[in-house]
Every structure is written in structure tokens, then in C-alpha cells.
């Protein structure tokens, strides 16, 4: 017989904060990375775009000790580096998945010097040597190489620890995003407004998120004031309750 206690052993937080760029997600995640850190927990950041290094550049020491960062502009470093045993690994931005793993695949493509097309005893073309790398890409059944290499990619970033995924909510990263939306327990929209500032009279930023999903209302839990689709703003101190929460822990 299981035992509540067991479940909460087992439970994981699975995180995906989507929005346009300048949202926040990188702050919110460096702001969560710091947290895990503070409680003397280990962070594997992987960030392929440099976006977080600038945050991650205003923590002491004592943080960043407990913080491991990995710049990944390939696939393969991406991968290798999202494996690494973690209390809570962050990949930002999960949305470059789908680019990578397709630049990947056309590489080896290449190296490979051919393809097929069809099958010779099937009236196809058969194989097809690759003459002119620079004017290769990919078409057709190629793209179930690079599918491939998505699938179980996410199928071993989900298996770690407690993790958290940024991805923008446009172009490459918006079709990924419908892929990946199941893969998450707790997904969160973000937004930046404009408004004025009572005490400076200026407009200011202002960054809100909306609860999207909610498994398990394992968010609602620690912020009872909380409903799906609605604004809250300062959403990283919302979020970081949960890495509070002593079941996590």
C-alpha cells in the first residue's frame, strides 16, 4: 500500500514559464536557480543563448558555488550538460530545442554525404549524393531525424530532478510549445506592462504571470489566492514558494 508520504517523496516540480522575450523568464529562473541555491541545493543551468549570465553575474560567490552554468549553443552540449545530477536543472530556452536538434541532424546528413529518396525497387530515386552542403536542408521524412532527437531529449530532461523550462511563445518556440505543454505539471504565462510608478510618477515595467496549468494544484497549494487564468503579479516570489515547501525539500 502507498502512504502519502511516499507520493511526496516521489513528487517533482515540472516547470514551464513561456512568454515573448523581455518577459522575465530568465529573470525568474535565475531568481528561483538563486533560492535552490541559498538552501544548499545544486542548480545545472543550461542556457543557450548567454541570456542568464548577466544575471547570474550578480550573486555572490556563496551562490554561485552551489550553481553550475553551461553555456550550450549545440545540441550536443545542450544534452550532455541537461544530464547532469542536479536538485534542479534549468534549460533556457527550451524553445531553441527544435533548431538545434534540426542543425544537428542536417550536420550528419552531411557528414554522411547522402540521403534517399523513395527506394530503387520501388521506383524511387534511391540514394542521393549530397554535392553542395551549403545548399542541403532538410525536407520530407528527414525531419523524423530530427524529431527523433527532440522526443528523447525531453523524454530525458523530464526525468531529472526538479525542473524548469523558459520558451518563447513565438515563431520556432511557439510550435514547440504546443509539443512540450503535456510534459509540465505548472506552466505559467508571462507578460510586462507599463504603469506608472505612484512614488516616481514615471511608467515602469511591471511583470505579471498567469497560471495556464496547475497538475495536482500543486501551485494553488502554497498561493491560495491563486486561479487558473489569472494575472499575479511578482510571479518569481510566487513560484520560488514552492522550493520552500518541505516536501520538495
Known amino acids: ?6 507520493l511526496g517523496e516521489k513528487k517533482t516540480l515540472k516547470i514551464l514559464l513561456k512568454g515573448n522575450t523581455a518577459t522575465g523568464k530568465t529573470y525568474i529562473a535565475c531568481q528561483i536557480a538563486k533560492k535552490v541555491a541559498e538552501l544548499g541545493k545544486t542548480v ?16 555572490d560567490d556563496n551562490i554561485l558555488e552551489h550553481i553550475n552554468y553551461d553555456y550550450t549553443p549545440e545540441f550536443d552540449d545542450m544534452y550532455k550538460c541537461m544530464q ?20 544537428r541532424s542536417t550536420a550528419a546528413f552531411i557528414k554522411q554525404g547522402y540521403y534517399y529518396m523513395g527506394t530503387e525497387k520501388g521506383g524511387g530515386i534511391g540514394k542521393i549524393p549530397i554535392d553542395n552542403p551549403d545548399l542541403f536542408h532538410l525536407q520530407g521524412y528527414m525531419y523524423a531525424n530530427p524529431n527523433r532527437r527532440e522526443e528523447n531529449f525531453l523524454m ?25 505543454d503535456g510534459w509540465f505539471g505548472i506552466i505559467m504565462n508571462l507578460k510586462v506592462t507599463m504603469e506608472k510608478n505612484p512614488d516616481t510618477g514615471k511608467r515602469e515595467p511591471v511583470y505579471y504571470g498567469t497560471l495556464v496549468k496547475d497538475r495536482g494544484e500543486t501551485f494553488r497549494k502554497q ?11 511578482n510571479p518569481h516570489k510566487r513560484l520560488i514558494k514552492l522550493f520552500e515547501n518541505k516536501e520538495v525539500l
Open 156 to 180: 530525458d530532461f523530464i526525468e531529472q530532478n526538479h525542473i524548469i523550462g523558459t520558451i518563447m511563445t513565438y515563431e520556432i518556440g511557439k510550435e514547440l510549445g504546443r509539443v512540450v
Open 44 to 59: 545545472q543551468y543550461v542556457d543557450n543563448q548567454k541570456g542568464s549570465a548577466d544575471e547570474l553575474d550578480n550573486f
Open 223 to 233: 498561493n491560495d489566492d491563486v486561479d487558473i487564468g489569472v494575472d499575479v503579479s
Open 1 to 6: 500500500m502507498t502512504t502519502k508520504k511516499e
Open 84 to 103: 547532469k545530477p542536479a536538485f534542479l536543472t534549468i534549460i533556457d530556452d527550451l524553445g531553441l530545442l527544435q533548431m538545434l536538434a534540426r542543425r
